[in-house]
């Protein structure tokens, strides 16, 4: 059973920097990160692919987060710097086998493993 392990994120106050680390089980071709506030739909945040080489960012987050991959570790971090009160929300780790990435990266349905979440709350 593939299984994602969350770490990182918490409480900062506007402008602030957290981290995000996520750890697959096993190696999986793409990784990525969504975020979901009560009551609205989960959205995308940022993905990468297998070698690092393929990034995508969803508009509200370029600039301000980057997201990097460690394959040997099979870990995908996410840091978020200039954080604002809209960030706030439970971030998920995603992952799939599937290499039809750029097809499908920022499509939460698309992605088969999932870990719990992790809570970032921005405080202005």
């Known amino acids: 059973q593939v299984q994602l392990v969350e770490s990182g994120g918490g409480l900062v106050q506007v402008g602030g920097t957290l981290r995000l680390s996520c750890t697959a089980s096993?190696?999986?071709?793409?990784m990525g990160w969504f975020r979901q506030v009560p009551g609205q739909e989960r959205q995308f945040v940022a993905a990468i692919d297998w070698s690092g080489d393929i990034i995508y960012y969803a508009d509200s987050v370029k600039g301000r987060f980057t997201i990097g991959r460690d394959i040997a570790e099979n870990t995908v971090y996410l840091s978020m710097n200039s954080l604002k009160p809209e960030d706030t929300a439970v971030y998920y780790c995603a992952a799939d086998r599937s290499v039809f990435f750029k097809s499908y990266y920022s499509d939460d349905k698309k992605y088969n493993y999932w870990g719990l979440g992790r809570q970032v709350t921005v405080s202005s």
């Open positions: 096993i190696s999986l071709y793409a």
